[in-house]
């Protein structure tokens, strides 16, 4: 059992993998609990057991398994991670559970299988099932059919799909095992409930007495359609509605789910196609023309038996097809006749839609043959056209069959109308519209009047069927004139008419009206019916609008008082009114005179006629009157214009008189029901009078009236047929120009340009120039609705005319139709515009088409002809093609028969011969313009083929192949390609331009159909291969075409496309999908929006302003049809892509200043994360790419338009780079104003920017640049860091351009580069340069490594990622480089390496070849040799680091004192900040250059800011305290602009002027001791640390070696340094501010400054080294704790590497560092030991223990020892954690020593007191024994009797005992006088009242060696008065001291001055231990700066602070100055020693 109590205490899902089956058991049982417990399918304990549940379902134990089956299934159930278990879990079931004995294993296996299937993962299982199917275990087989069978019968044949089961069942039927021969049977059974006889195919060739037993077992079955009994999870909801259906027993449902069900599963889609092509017999051609009908026969036969094969694989069937219609059609023998036909119906039936191209070519041969009379013929014939008719729409063979039904044999008559009425049973309302209906009820309106009976019926029994599928609505206006015999023979056939979707009449047919709405529009346009607009009363129109209405019936258009449209004889007008007064007969003159005098005064009739025109004019004015005041319904029209054409009617003479009457008309026409029959009453008056002076504009106005009443067609015909038919030609010109307003008025909707076409020409063919002008202004109108195409009706004109007509079509192009304002409001009604529209652009667009006529050009295609074009010698092809472009040339426009060139043509386009492929792309390119909309009935046989070329290896013949499919396009629109299989087929095959040129082709074109045919579904699983294509260009065209399927297809359906991909396919197309599906542009308003404004000059914009004045109300009128005409709105309609239309101009420029009002950038709260986290997720592509993508600018683009105003997004996005200049100007404007809005959108300004790069345009790159360096410069005043995503997708852009070839360019990307960093660390662009070094653009390479090398320079080695050494190795490559601007580059960056770290650059470089390694040593030989000429040259070569170059550079100089810093302000805001850089330079280099020439004392030529009477500063010496403040108020005015008044004081603190420097300080002081304004220095401290160390060399080197300087002055400006750097590290929050390089620096100054014998020469030297003694106290106590623990490491280190540095200077350091230590237990919390142990093993690793201990002093290895010990005692075994920032650990023997020392702690006794604790902390090595300690003591005695050190000593001693209580100092004292034990005692008790008694600081530890021994208080007390700040009490004694610093400080004498030791005496004192060179500190400052800085990760600078100083910062910018600085700093040093 021992056993047992181990794994029962395991966790549950290590019981469950545990190896003992008890465990596993006890697992699985207590897993199930767990399951049943769980009640959130989203918790997340279902994951922990993710990977177990395969297990669970494997278990090798059977006992075990079935508790594991159990609980999987639950898990299964009720987890939502569950579906990603399928593939294994099932997989595992199938191959261990299916074989087990038990029953309860199957069935809980069937179960788990089910149950996934329930959890949406049915194609998995199914796959898995599948597998099973093929194992050689019967036992598995039998289980696998039955968990089949199971899910069938529960899930039903839309989740399981039946094809690949039904594939394998003939091999189950046949296996060896009864069992599973029994278990396929019930399968079958199965299959067949839910598909009934499409299972027969398939099964057809199995056993005879098994098909026998199914069949038996068939008609068992019940007869209702089967329904599933369980449901996916996702459709759960619907199985409870079935339940209440069930219960309420209605089968509503039940006849839908039949009607969804049944037809899904197609016998055709189960069966395999065979291939029969190469089956044919070799000698078939020659034998179907034998001359023996035997042979014939023979060869029809063998194809007969082959086409039997239900279904054929697709492939070229041309010629075959050719033959048998050859034998339809001329074969003699009518048996051969029927035998062809049965042939036909054979391949018609298997190829089902591929057969769809080849029936254009038979239909009209098989229609004619119907003349045979014998009844198997017919018979056959019959067969065979219905056969072929379902390969093809009606649309498609409308013309062949209307061509027959004019035949003169009553028998074609009849079977071509039955075959009608067939043919309609197969339409719905929407197949079958109005365009394609009214041709087809015309021609059997013919039929039935025919004399023949048979003729008769069969036309009734079409039209009857037609009645039946779309409503009498649709049909009645067809049939106003048939009398009421006939219309009730028609509806009596009607109800008759079996439809084939009869079944489903109830809801299905109605279903099936209203969902294919949009096709309508699509099938109508396509008809491409001139007719159209006879026909446009009702219409089965916009049926989304009213989804009530029956089949084909919409709202009819306009009053109520139209019902059903009756009587509307098909004319045109549009009116619902119209209809009824259509018929208004003619009146007689007496009925009229009748109805007149009712109305008018009878005054009024009788002068009607009178001679005397005044009467006349009377008798007017009363007619009209009348007429104002007469009611609408009341006001006989008719009557009113007939009295007033009465005598002397328009033949009246008086003007005035006739004005009236024309003006009456107009009233009758506006006011009345105006008639076309009133009309014709009065129009020729009109015409008469239109060119009259006085009356024509009277006339104008009633001809407009008239033509609202009536509608301006109707009108403007007869206007102009009668201008036209006299002879004035004032009359026909003013016609003329009152139709051009009228077309602008009215619109062009309905217009007859067949009449004015040829009136035009009449018109331009005239003499009077006024009649040719204003036909002219007449076809400019007409242009801009018809566009181009116009011309060509006008080609033969003159070339001086035509040259008139092209001038006035020029002056149209571009405009857009106006919006028509009239002869809209009384004839339509909002909600029927839609349709009424789509119906006119239908007949409009194809108007244009055939107004001439066309020619026949079959005669022309000879057999000659064709067998030319498919000869062998390529040149005799080139001419037959020659002649075919001739022939089509010549005719213009051609009728659609063109005989056999199809063939001839397709057979060219994969000719050898490119040139002829060309050629021919070209003929059919003119073919398609020839024949017009007719031509879409070649689309299968000769459109496809143009799209295989697309595919073409050359560029040149895709391009012309494209412009053909366009081309043709444009003539047929999209539905006609898109129907069947044949495109899906061509983006099957895998060749990648043929998928990448289709593909863009179909995103062109989608978007712009408002509907497409279900086929599209088919090219899905193609699109699908091409987004996983290895082509790139393809995988970009396939996600470009995807949102525009997915608008057509929607989301579900292409997401359920994806189930048969590989499950990693599957996830990355899904998310692919995710991501279309928020690109998905909306269907179908888009394109028509756009319309509006490309259509300038073409020819669908012509029924534009047809309906609504707004372009709005237009939505559906002209893009829903892809109709002729359409594509080629001058290309742009077709390019419409998505939804984001282009409205008119006009309206644009209105509103873009509205638009323009608010912000540009939107502020999105977690915006920026958002999208972050999205691509981090991969929810969005990842910025990265070689060239821009058009997903990434959309992804972009859709980012952006959250978050930036819709006007700036279209002006970024535009194609137009003058837009984006604008967008630019724009984003510079609101840079200030909308900083918030700039970095809450900054991540997608930068990746827009990025975009900018790749433009070719210089303008735009320049503006980008220019914007970049604002906006850098606001990012780093705002003090923003750049975030990693934002940098990533930035950077690398930028650094492409730093290789541009113009020079500008280049700078400013540098510019930026060095801005860049200010809010980026540099250590994070180094490896981002590094990249662009391997640029294959040498300028680049060169620049990036110029680059490299400023970054070290000003950031030290610590930026050169990962480590310095491999950087530098990647750099010295390039000195190899074979671009000698590169080599140079890279040399003189390891230069600069060189010069900041000396000979172990060499190193870190590692192996170089000689020649690369001797340009090296020459190289740094040389720079070592001008170090002087070095920074000019640096200066010259790159300006860009130290100013940006600008317009007003040198602003701030003039500007008046007190604009000072509001101009820096300004100026920095305006261009970057080169004037601050400016500043900078002049600061340090007017100095230098002062010094180096040693004029005595310097001037320094400042800028005005600090000449703010600053003479005060001096009063304040005669009161000391309150008047030192005097200064603060000038203080203020500067506070104002706090930043860069700061900034600029603190850059005088290093000026060479002792004045301005003490001035500065003065200042700086005053601030640090006011707290309120202390804060003020916040950021600065280091930058002001940096200039404070500066001037301590400064005086170090220059000033204490000049002669010619009082010392007092030097002794003034020390105390100001010393007394402000007291107050500064009193401040606790600023002193923490201090970097590590900042502080090392400030160390080795204060250090190297007490260690200077100079000053003690000096009267005051002693108490300037005491005030350091205490300012170092405060540095090491109030610092940063690990910055200065830092610092003096590397300060230590550094001393000890220097050979010229003194011991003493080391001594100091160490001395330092045990104080810190003695701090270590109160800091060690607030310490990043992490840093401090790296610190401490790079000294292990310069200094190990055996270098050490080989130094002249033990002090080192003791100090280090101590900390160390100290440490680990404080940490304990944790300290070994903080090793982590150590790369390689074996370097240094540091962790060894840890553990040693662990190891030593651990052995000694378990826990210390706490006491001891603390004597740990102290800087002994508290492992020593008591001797150790005796020897520290021993030490300190030493001290306390040396003269020098006895200050020291005893400060040491007393802390020594405070420290340690307890010990015995006893025996050291026993032995010395008594002297000096009471001096010891009493110096002992001074320093306890000193620090007890006042609280004060100790003033010493040990620091200063140059101490003497004097009278202990008084130095004492002199020191804390320094520190005294808080005004205690203390005594007169301070008083004095303190005033002595504030006189020093103020710079009064304290005392009279010795005399000043000679130079020489002065230059004799020790050399400066120079540890580093002030250039190595710069540099050290620099890289600590940058350190700190991203350990911070807020700058610890202000970035202000580059702007308007010239401080050593961060600043790249000021890089150039620091070089320059260093350098003469430099020789100033050595020129002095």
């Not at 059903?564 to 009925?591: C, D, F, Q, R, W």
């Amino acid at each position: 059992m021992g056993d047992d109590s181990e794994w029962l205490k395991l966790p549950v899902d290590q019981k469950c993998e545990h190896k003992l089956w008890k465990a596993r058991l006890n697992g699985y049982e207590e897993a199930l609990k767990i399951f049943q417990k769980i009640k959130d399918e989203k918790s997340p304990e279902w994951s922990k057991f993710l990977g177990l549940i395969k297990k669970f379902v494997t278990d090798s134990n059977a006992v075990v398994q079935l508790k594991g089956l159990e609980a999987a299934l639950v898990y299964v159930e009720n987890a939502h991670v569950a579906g990603k278990t399928t593939g294994e879990v099932v997989s595992g079931v199938v191959s261990k559970v299916f074989n087990q004995p038990k029953a309860k294993a199957k069935e809980l296996g069937i179960e788990i299988c089910l149950m996934y299937i329930e959890i949406e993962k049915g194609e998995a299982v199914q796959e898995e099932l599948l597998k099973g199917l093929d194992n050689k275990n019967p036992k598995i087989v039998v289980a696998c059919i039955e968990t089949l069978r199971k899910a069938l019968s529960e899930f039903g044949s839309k989740i399981i799909l039946l094809k690949p089961i039904i594939k394998v069942l003939p091999k189950l039927f046949e296996s060896r095992e009864k069992a599973i021969r029994d278990e396929a049977k019930l399968i079958a059974v199965e299959i067949y409930r839910w598909i009934r006889d499409a299972l027969r195919p398939p099964l057809q060739n199995i056993n005879s007495v098994q098909l026998k037993e199914l069949e038996e077992e068939w008609v068992r079955l019940p007869t209702g359609a089967p329904k599933p009994t369980r449901f996916l999870r996702s459709q759960q909801e619907l199985e409870a509605k079935l339940e209440q259906q069930q219960s309420a027993g209605g089968d509503a449902e039940g006849g839908g789910d039949d009607g969804d069900e049944v037809p899904q599963i197609d016998a055709y889609e189960l069966l395999e196609a065979v291939e029969i092509l190469s089956k044919l017999p070799k000698d078939f051609y020659d034998k179907i023309e034998a001359k023996k009908w035997q042979e014939r026969k023979e060869a029809l036969e063998a194809v007969e038996v082959l086409v039997k094969n239900p279904k054929l694989e697709a492939g070229d069937y041309a010629d075959l097809v050719k033959a048998l219609k050859k034998v339809v059609g001329k074969d003699t023998n009518v048996m051969l006749v029927a035998l062809a036909a049965k042939c036909l119906t054979g391949l018609a039936v298997g190829l089902r839609k591929k057969f769809g191209q080849y029936a254009g070519h038979v239909v009209p041969t098989i229609l004619e043959k119907f003349k045979e009379k014998k009844p198997q013929v017919v018979q056959a014939l019959q067969e065979a056209i219905d056969a072929i008719f379902l390969t093809t729409t009606l649309q498609n063979i409308s013309e062949d069959v209307l061509a027959v039904m004019d035949n003169k044999n009553p028998t074609i008559k009849q079977q071509t109308s039955l075959f009608i009425a067939r043919s309609f049973r197969h339409c719905t309302a929407s197949t079958l519209p109005k365009s394609l209906l009214k041709p087809f009820c015309a021609a059997l309106l013919k039929h039935i009047n025919d004399s023949a009976p048979e003729v008769r019926d069969a036309a009734f029994e079409a039209l009857g069927t037609a009645l039946k599928v779309v409503g009498e609505k649709a049909v009645n206006p067809f049939l106003a004139d048939v009398d009421k015999l006939k219309l009730d023979k028609i509806k009596e056939c009607s109800e008759k008419v079996e439809l084939v979707h009869g079944k489903k009449t109830g809801l299905a047919a109605d279903k099936k009206e209203f969902k294919p709405v949009p096709g309508r529009t699509a099938a109508s346009g396509a008809a491409g019916d001139k007719d159209m607009k006879d026909i446009s009363a009702p219409k089965p129109g916009p049926l989304k609008k009213a989804p009530a209405t029956k089949a084909g019936g919409p709202p009819k258009k306009g009053k109520p008082t139209a019902p059903g449209g009756t009587g509307s004889t098909g004319t045109k007008n549009k009116k619902g009114l119209e209809t009824k007064e259509i018929v208004e007969p003619e009146l007689s003159i007496e009925v009229c005179e009748e109805k007149a005098s009712v109305v008018l005064p009878p005054t009024c009739i009788q002068v009607l006629d009178s001679s005397n025109w005044k009467e006349r004019l009377a008798c007017m004015e009363e007619f009209q009157k009348a007429v104002e005041l007469m009611d609408r319904t009341e006001m006989p029209c008719q009557a009113l214009v007939r009295m007033l054409a009465k005598k002397p009617g328009w033949k009246e003479t008086n003007f005035q008189v006739m004005q009236m009457k024309l003006h009456i008309v107009a009233l009758i026409a506006q006011k009345g029901n105006f008639s076309k029959t009133s009309a014709q009453i009065v129009l020729d008056g009109l015409v008469d009078k239109i060119g009259d002076v006085k009356c024509g504009n009277n006339a104008k106005e009633a001809m407009t009236a008239i033509a609202e009443a009536c509608m301006l067609p109707w009108t403007a015909e007869q206007v102009m047929s009668m201008a036209f038919s006299q002879k004035n030609p004032k009359n026909q010109s003013e016609t003329l120009n009152w139709l051009s307003n009228a077309i602008k008025e009215f619109g062009f909707s309905g217009l007859n340009v067949k009449a004015f076409i040829s009136n035009v020409k009449t018109a331009l063919a005239a003499t009077n120039p006024a009649v040719r002008t204003s036909a002219i202004t007449l076809l400019g109108v007409m242009y801009l609705y018809v566009g181009p195409s116009l011309r060509m009706f006008f080609e033969d004109e003159k070339p001086a005319l035509l040259s008139q007509i092209d001038a006035e079509f020029e002056k149209m192009q571009g405009q857009s139709p106006p919006a028509p304002t009239r002869g809209i409001s009384k004839h339509s009604t909002s909600g029927i515009e839609e349709g009424e529209d789509g119906d006119e652009a239908d007949d409009a667009g194809n108007d244009v088409v055939d107004l001439l006529p066309r020619t026949e050009i079959s005669d022309k295609i000879t057999s000659e002809l064709v067998s030319k074009i498919a000869d062998k010698n390529w040149k005799i092809r080139k001419e037959g093609l020659d002649e075919v472009a001739g022939i089509i040339n010549e005719a213009k426009f051609i009728q659609p028969n063109i005989g056999e060139l199809p063939t001839a043509l397709k057979g060219r386009l994969n000719d050898s011969n490119k040139i002829l492929v060309q050629q021919t792309l070209n003929i059919l390119q003119q073919l398609a313009v020839a024949m017009g909309p007719n031509i879409k009935q070649h689309v299968k046989n000769l459109g496809i083929p143009i799209i295989t070329v697309l595919g073409d290896s050359k560029n040149n013949v895709r391009a012309a192949a494209l412009a053909t499919v366009n081309a043709w396009a444009e003539q047929t629109g999209m539905k006609e390609w898109l129907e069947g299989e044949d495109l899906s087929e061509e983006l099957k095959k895998e060749n990648p331009f043929l998928r990448q040129e289709l593909l863009g082709w179909l995103a062109e074109k989608l978007p712009t159909l408002r509907s497409t045919p279900t086929d599209l579904i088919l090219c899905v699983p193609h699109l699908y291969s091409c987004l996983e294509d290895r082509n790139g260009d393809v995988r970009k065209k396939a996600q470009d075409a995807l949102p525009f399927f997915m608008m057509h297809l929607g989301y579900e359906k292409m997401a359920k496309a994806t189930g048969k991909l590989k499950p990693t396919s599957k996830d990355q197309v899904l998310a692919m999908l995710e991501k279309a599906k928020a690109n998905m542009p909306a269907k179908p308003a888009a394109p028509t929006k756009a319309t509006s404004k490309p259509m300038g000059g073409s020819a669908p914009a012509k029924f534009q302003p047809a309906s609504a004045p707004a372009e709005d109300s237009v939505s559906s009128n002209a893009e829903p049809r892809p109709d002729p005409k359409k594509a080629k709105a001058p290309g742009v309609s077709s390019k419409a892509k998505s939804a984001q239309g282009k409205k008119v101009p006009s309206k644009t420029s209105l509103k873009e200043d509205e638009d323009k009002s608010g912000p540009i950038f939107i502020v999105v709260p977690n915006g920026k994360e958002q999208r972050m986290k999205d691509e981090k997720g991969l929810k969005v592509l990842k910025w990265n790419f070689t060239t821009p993508r058009d997903e990434y600018i959309e992804q972009l683009k859709t980012q952006m338009s959250s978050c930036v105003a819709k006007w700036l997004q279209d002006e970024m996005f535009h194609s137009d780079f003058q837009h984006h200049n604008k967008a630019l100007a724009v984003m510079v404007d609101h840079l200030e104003s909308e900083k918030e809005g700039v970095i809450g959108c900054l991540d997608l300004i930068l990746k827009w920017l990025t975009l900018r790069f790749f433009d070719t345009n210089t303008s735009v790159l320049m503006k980008a640049l220019e914007y970049l360096k604002l906006l850098f410069t606001l990012l780093s005043e705002e003090e923003y860091h750049l975030t990693e995503n934002e940098a990533s997708s930035f950077i690398p852009y930028l650094i492409l351009k730093v290789g541009e070839p113009k020079d500008v360019i280049r700078k400013d990307v540098r510019a930026i580069l060095n801005r860049m960093c200010l809010v980026y660390p540099a250590s994070k662009m180094f490896p981002f340069i590094m990249e662009g070094t391997k640029s294959k653009n040498s300028k680049q390479r060169a620049e990036c490594l110029e680059e490299l090398g400023c970054l070290v320079e000003s950031y030290g080695m610590n930026v050169c990622q990962p480590t310095p050494g491999k950087a530098l190795k990647e750099i010295a490559i390039h000195i190899g480089d074979r671009d000698n601007a590169v080599r140079n580059a890279a040399l003189n960056t390891i230069v600069t390496v060189y010069n900041v770290h000396g000979d172990q650059v060499f190193k870190l470089i590692g192996n170089l070849s000689e020649k690369d390694m001797s340009m090296l040593e020459e190289r740094i030989k040389r720079s070592a040799k001008r170090p002087s000429a070095a920074p000019i040259k640096q200066v010259e070569e790159k300006p860009q680091r130290t100013q940006s170059i600008s317009s007003n550079a040198n602003m701030l100089r003039k500007g008046p004192a007190e604009d000072m810093s509001s101009k820096l302000n300004q100026a920095r805001s305006m261009s970057g900040h080169p004037e601050a850089a400016q500043m900078v330079r002049r600061e340090f280099q007017l100095d230098l250059d002062e010094i180096e020439n040693d004029n005595g004392t310097v001037r320094c030529e400042m800028p005005e800011l600090v000449q703010h009477k600053l003479d005060d500063i001096f009063e304040p010496v005669l009161i000391p305290e309150p008047k030192i403040r005097a200064v603060s108020p000038h203080f203020d005015d500067m506070h104002s602009n706090t930043a860069s008044t700061i900034n600029f004081i603190i850059s005088q603190v290093a000026s060479g002027d002792i004045n301005t420097s003490i001035q500065a300080l003065t200042q700086i002081d005053e601030v640090l001791r006011q707290e309120d304004k202390a804060e003020a220095m916040s950021g600065h401290i280091d930058q002001f640390l940096i200039a404070t160390f500066m001037q301590l060399r400064l005086i170090y080197n220059t000033h204490m070696a000049d002669e010619k300087l009082e010392k007092d002055e030097i002794i003034k400006l020390y105390s100001c340094i010393i007394g402000n750097m007291i107050s500064l590290f009193q401040i606790e929050s600023l002193a923490r501010e201090a970097s590590t390089g900042v502080l090392k620096d400030l160390m080795h100054g204060l250090i190297t400054l007490m260690l200077d014998s100079r000053i003690e020469d000096l009267e005051e030297g002693q108490q300037v080294i005491r005030s350091v003694n205490l300012l170092v106290v405060k540095v090491l106590e109030k610092s940063d704790q690990t910055n200065i623990l830092s610092a003096l490491l590397v300060l230590l280190q550094d001393s000890l590497l220097a050979t010229a540095s003194s011991p003493k200077f080391s001594e100091l350091v160490m001395k330092c560092l045990w104080r810190m230590v003695r701090l270590l237990p109160d800091t060690i919390n607030s310490i990043n030991l992490d840093r401090i142990l790296l610190d401490i093993h790079i000294f292990m690793k310069v200094f190990p223990k055996e270098k050490l201990k080989q130094c002249k002093s033990e002090f080192p290895i003791r100090t280090l020892k101590t900390l160390l010990h100290t440490l680990c005692k404080l940490k304990g075994p944790k300290i070994l954690d903080h090793l982590t920032m150590i790369d390689n650990k074996n370097e240094s023997e540091l962790e060894a020593h840890l553990c040693r020392m662990m190891k030593h702690s651990m052995d000694q006794t378990g826990s210390k007191s706490d006491k001891e604790t603390e004597k740990g902390a102290s800087r002994l090595d508290e492992k020593s024994s008591k001797a150790k300690v005796n020897d520290f003591l021993a030490e300190i005695f030493k001290k306390i009797g040396s003269k020098e050190n006895t200050k020291e000593g005893l400060a040491e001693l007393y802390e020594y005992k405070k420290k340690y209580s307890d010990a015995d100092i006893e025996p050291f004292l026993k032995n010395s006088s008594q002297f000096f034990q009471s001096y010891v005692e009493r110096g002992l008790r001074v320093i306890e009242m000193e620090r007890e008694g006042k609280g004060r600081i100790p003033t010493s530890t040990g620091i200063s060696p140059q101490m003497e021994v004097t009278c202990v208080p008084t130095p004492t007390s002199t020191v804390s008065s320094i520190g005294n700040t808080n005004g205690e009490e203390v005594g007169p004694s301070v008083y004095l001291e303190r005033l002595k610093i504030l006189r020093q400080r103020c710079g009064l004498d304290n005392a009279k001055q010795d005399d000043r030791p000679p130079l020489t005496s002065l230059l004799s004192k020790p050399a400066v231990p120079t540890v580093a060179s002030s250039t190595d500190m710069l540099h050290s400052k620099l890289s600590q700066l940058r350190e700190s800085r991203e350990q911070h990760q807020h700058s610890d600078l202000d970035s202000n602070q580059i702007h308007s100083s010239g401080t050593m910062t961060t600043s790249s910018s000021s890089t150039a100055n620091i070089d320059d600085l260093k350098k003469r700093l430099e020789r100033i040093k050595s020129s002095r020693k």
